[in-house]
């Protein structure tokens, strides 16, 4: 059987009734490799095992990790805080662990060992990379020169809080995308990707 191309919709009339089957993987695949192919020029590196290290509090920068990871055929990790985060009084404690600059707890099941890049996708909160991810870039420091990250938030601009980690670190980061919430509610944390990197 001959393989569809991306742009392929196939129909089959089935029943009197016509039947639109959307080839959604090869259509997917041709999206993504389309995000491969423009983010070199937005400074993203997809050369080399690559791991994708995500904190996430609401499941937000988990969406658009999971799309990186996938996009640049990468490993998948979550940064997981020791002390509860979830409901109003662990977003307090969150809050006031990143504001306070504290390096919580944290567990990460992979190291970094073995990768040619990491890209960090974090939310921020107050102004600031939220306090596990922070934690994870300190502990990084002895096993990679450099760390691609992807910030989150509710606000447009992410300038400030990218500025304020780099002086924050002894890790060289390498701020590279901003996700509006908006936007990723809007379009789909695919979609989004495709357009940042565009």
Same mark, same amino acid.
């Given at each position: 059987?001959?393989?569809?191309?991306?742009?392929?919709?196939?129909?089959?009339?089935?029943?009197?009734?016509?039947? #639109?089957? &959307?080839?959604?993987?090869?259509?997917?695949?041709?999206?993504?490799?389309?995000?491969?192919?423009?983010? #070199?020029? /937005? *400074?993203?590196?997809?050369? *080399?095992?690559?791991?994708?290290?995500?904190?996430?509090?609401? *499941?937000?920068?988990?969406?658009?990790?999971?799309?990186?990871?996938?996009?640049?055929?990468?490993?998948?990790?979550?940064?997981?805080?020791?002390?509860?985060?979830?409901?109003?009084?662990?977003?307090?404690?969150?809050?006031?662990?990143?504001?306070?600059?504290?390096?919580?707890?944290?567990?990460?099941? &992979? &190291?970094?060992?073995?990768?040619?890049? %990491?890209?960090?996708?974090?939310?921020?909160?107050? *102004?600031?990379?939220?306090?596990?991810?922070? +934690?994870?870039?300190?502990?990084?420091?002895?096993?990679?020169?450099?760390?691609?990250?992807? +910030?989150?938030?509710?606000?447009?601009? %992410?300038? &400030?809080?990218?500025?304020?980690?780099? /002086?924050?670190?002894?890790?060289?980061?390498?701020?590279?995308?901003?996700?509006?919430?908006?936007?990723? /509610?809007?379009?789909?944390?695919?979609?989004?990707?495709?357009?940042?990197?565009?």
């Amino acid at each position: 059987m001959k393989e569809a191309s991306p742009f392929f919709v196939h129909k089959k009339r089935i029943s009197g009734q016509v039947f #639109t089957i &959307k080839i959604n993987l090869i259509l997917k695949s041709y999206i993504f490799w389309e995000v491969i192919s423009n983010s #070199t020029d /937005r *400074g993203v590196s997809v050369v *080399g095992k690559t791991l994708v290290v995500y904190y996430s509090r609401t *499941g937000t920068s988990r969406q658009v990790a999971s799309a990186l990871a996938e996009a640049f055929g990468a490993e998948l990790e979550e940064i997981q805080p020791v002390a509860n985060m979830n409901g109003v009084l662990g977003a307090v404690r969150g809050i006031l662990d990143t504001v306070g600059g504290k390096e919580p707890l944290i567990v990460v099941g &992979k &190291k970094t060992d073995g990768y040619d890049r %990491a890209v960090l996708v974090a939310p921020i909160w107050a *102004g600031r990379v939220a306090a596990p991810a922070y +934690t994870w870039l300190c502990r990084q420091s002895g096993s990679l020169k450099e760390v691609e990250v992807v +910030t989150v938030s509710a606000s447009e601009e %992410a300038d &400030k809080t990218h500025d304020l980690l780099r /002086r924050m670190t002894a890790l060289k980061v390498k701020p590279v995308l901003h996700v509006w919430n908006a936007r990723l /509610r809007k379009d789909g944390a695919e979609r989004v990707i495709t357009k940042l990197l565009d």
